[in-house]
């Protein structure tokens, strides 16, 4: 296959200098015609894709390999078992698609999660620099491998709340390469579309809530999630708040259905941190499974379709308890569950038996420094893959889970991540360093790198070189007239035109024109007063006074009433006098000058008279044991009298006073024929060292 480019570039001029006319006689036809052009444009520019493609061969050979090699001449050396060695070792070579590689690098710090939407066009890769990266592999060629657009999930946030976190995991639903989830250390997860543009944040739930089934989201950062095998609306998530969530893409305020892990290890109060999830097919192909991992070490198994109050499943110690177990992958029949743990260990379960695993096998973990390790099936289920801490790719057989292949990667730089997509049959790898590496095989693989490496690598084209162009005179002028400084023409627009819009910055490249910084929450400008006085409805209400604003619509008011307008005329006319505050103070001062008269001296006043049988609360009833004679007629005694509260002591030299202006304003009821004459001896009050009065006698 050869691509030709008919674009004109700079090889092709110079060709005819490096090749000169040559003397050709009439026999050799077939050497002119090969030295003759026979179009017009390029004409070495094609492009051998197979050499292209054998470039990105790896010549690193296998661990495996070496180590196969090492058992078969311990034997005893023999050539014909090296020679079936080596042609084993090429038929494995070709079974996996490690052959070949193409590598990316746009990120700076280690890369935690890589995801590719169903049909391989689009790479999402997250990294521990808090950013998402985009790539359109349709689009990329040899020389553009770059992503098209980088994603903050926090910038949408002003600026006074802004966060940066880490990329936990990003993932494609399996049907489905519209939209992608983000998990990062928060405890909201965030839905993205194809483009990168921020769709839904999902719920965050309240941390003083005690109960986690009241919630409506995660309290604590997530740690995992998963999408639904089959519905591409629904995902699960995993979290430190030590439950797992279901959810629904169009229900971002509350999630489906809670489901809260009692941990039972000691010390632990019932709680612990869920590191890892995982949701799959079941066995029996009816429904789904759910298995999610620990940090107490426990594997813990529900049915995707509930009911969710208590597990189908439980395996308390799958793995060492307080060990972060980062890797969690279910098969496609549904049968099989792979884990791997922070106890440096890779354990396979059976979900119908789900006790003791099936196999296991030591792995150095990676997942104390990086959490998102994982380790997954390949797409048919025959293969196990998975990352290490040296830089080498481990695919292991699920049988014995003894590696098939160990191939270095990025040696000396930890292998994070890895995803085995089944359409394209290639294998992507994150590392420590910040590399995305795609794996492939040419005659195993489709699209994807092949895609890439299949493309010529576009090339300037020769006018772009402003140093290379001829200079045309045609009006007789010199060449240093046109360019006095004989420097070549700047090639940009902004190398021609140097003070012409802004820096990447913001600021202005006119360096006359004063820089006017960008109104942040950090540093916002003062408005104008007088505008806003003029301009802003309602912003002088702090000067107005309150009681003139409403004293404006007295006159409408009393032009007509707006809420009894329709009974002015029915509305009844005032017979009564009007209260007025002032009659009543006048009466209180003739009746009772001195205020400071109490209720005892009353009573006191009223014994003395004669009174025995007088009652105070009902002076108008006629005294006890008279029968049916007339009552007493009711002189009127000022009611301030009784109700008045006791007064402070007062000193001793206005004792006396207050004693007699007690007595002159105290009201005398009607004497009684039948009562005794009384004395006008002084009324002893209180304070006095005698008392005349028998106060038992008084009916109250």
Request: glycine share 6%.
């Amino acid at each position: 296959m050869h691509i030709i480019s008919t674009t004109p570039t700079i090889d092709t001029y110079a060709s005819f200098a490096d090749n000169p006319p040559m003397d050709f006689s009439a026999d050799d036809d077939g050497a002119l015609a090969n030295y003759m052009p026979n179009h017009f444009g390029k004409q070495d520019g094609s492009i051998n894709v197979e050499a292209q493609i054998e470039r990105a061969r790896r010549p690193v050979e296998d661990e495996s390999k070496s180590a196969k090699r090492k058992d078969a001449g311990s034997d005893g050396g023999d050539k014909d078992s090296d020679d079936d060695d080596d042609s084993d070792m090429s038929d494995e070579e070709d079974e996996y698609p490690v052959s070949h590689e193409l590598i990316i690098k746009t990120h700076d710090r280690a890369v935690t999660t890589i995801a590719l939407d169903p049909s391989g066009t689009r790479l999402v890769t997250g990294s521990n620099d808090c950013t998402l990266k985009l790539h359109d592999l349709s689009a990329l060629t040899p020389s553009t491998i770059r992503a098209f657009k980088t994603v903050d999930p926090f910038a949408t946030k002003p600026s006074q709340t802004a966060e940066s976190h880490s990329i936990h995991q990003v993932m494609f639903p399996s049907n489905s390469g519209g939209q992608f989830l983000c998990i990062t250390a928060t405890p909201q997860a965030r839905l993205f579309s194809r483009d990168g543009e921020l769709t839904a944040e999902f719920q965050k739930g309240d941390m003083y809530l005690r109960d986690k089934h009241n919630t409506k989201g995660h309290t604590s950062e997530v740690t995992s999630a998963a999408w639904h095998p089959t519905d591409r609306e629904r995902f699960v998530t995993a979290g430190t708040d030590s439950t797992v969530r279901i959810w629904d893409t169009k229900k971002r305020f509350k999630q489906e259905e809670v489901i809260v892990h009692k941990s039972r290890a000691a010390g632990s109060a019932g709680m612990t941190r869920m590191t890892a999830i995982a949701w799959g097919p079941s066995p029996d192909g009816n429904g789904t499974i759910i298995v999610a991992a620990a940090l107490d070490g426990s594997l813990v198994m529900w049915s995707g379709e509930g009911p969710f109050h208590r597990p189908t499943a439980e395996i308390r110690d799958a793995h060492a308890k307080d060990t972060w177990t980062s890797g969690i992958d279910i098969s496609a029949d549904g049968r099989l569950v792979i884990t791997r743990g922070g106890d440096d260990t890779i354990k396979l379960w059976d979900t119908r038996k789900f006790k003791t695993p099936l196999n296991m096998t030591s792995h150095t973990s990676t997942s104390s420094q990086y959490p998102t390790s994982n380790i997954q099936f390949a797409p048919n289920g025959s293969s196990i893959v998975t990352g290490s801490e040296t830089g080498h790719l481990h695919i292991l057989n699920p049988a014995t889970l003894r590696p098939e292949i160990v191939t270095p990667v990025t040696p000396g730089s930890p292998l994070i991540t890895v995803n085995w997509h089944p359409k394209l049959n290639q294998i992507l790898t994150g590392s420590a360093n910040g590399q995305t590496t795609i794996l492939f095989n040419p005659k195993l693989s489709t699209n994807g790198a092949l895609t890439i490496l299949s493309k010529a690598p576009k090339k300037r084209h020769i006018d772009d070189d402003p140093s290379l162009t001829v200079d045309m005179d045609p009006l007789g002028m010199a060449g240093e007239a046109q360019n006095p400084s004989g420097k070549a023409p700047a090639g940009s627009f902004a190398a021609r035109h140097p003070t012409v819009g802004l820096t990447a910055s913001g600021k202005s490249r006119d360096p006359r024109r004063p820089h006017v910084p960008a109104v942040t929450p950090f540093a916002k400008s003062t408005p104008d007063q007088k505008y806003v006085m003029e301009q802003i409805e309602g912003s002088d209400m702090r000067d107005e006074d309150p009681r003139e604003a409403l004293l404006k619509y007295a006159p409408k008011a009393g032009e007509k009433n707006v809420f009894t307008g329709a009974w002015d005329k029915t509305q009844p006319k005032g017979i009564y006098k009007e209260y007025d505050s002032d009659e009543d103070e006048r009466d209180a001062k003739k009746t009772t000058p001195n205020s400071q008269v109490s209720t005892s001296t009353t009573v006191s006043a009223l014994a003395h008279e004669g009174l025995r049988d007088y009652d105070v609360r009902r002076p108008d009833a006629p005294r006890k044991g008279l029968g049916t004679r007339e009552p007493v007629p009711y002189r009127p005694f000022p009611i301030q009298l009784l109700l008045v509260a006791r007064p402070r002591r007062e000193p001793s030299n206005t004792h006396t006073r207050s004693k007699a202006s007690a007595i002159k304003t105290t009201p005398t009821p009607p004497s009684h024929p039948s009562s005794s004459t009384p004395s006008t001896s002084p009324i002893p009050l209180r304070g006095s060292k005698k008392r005349n009065i028998d106060t038992k006698s008084l009916n109250f």
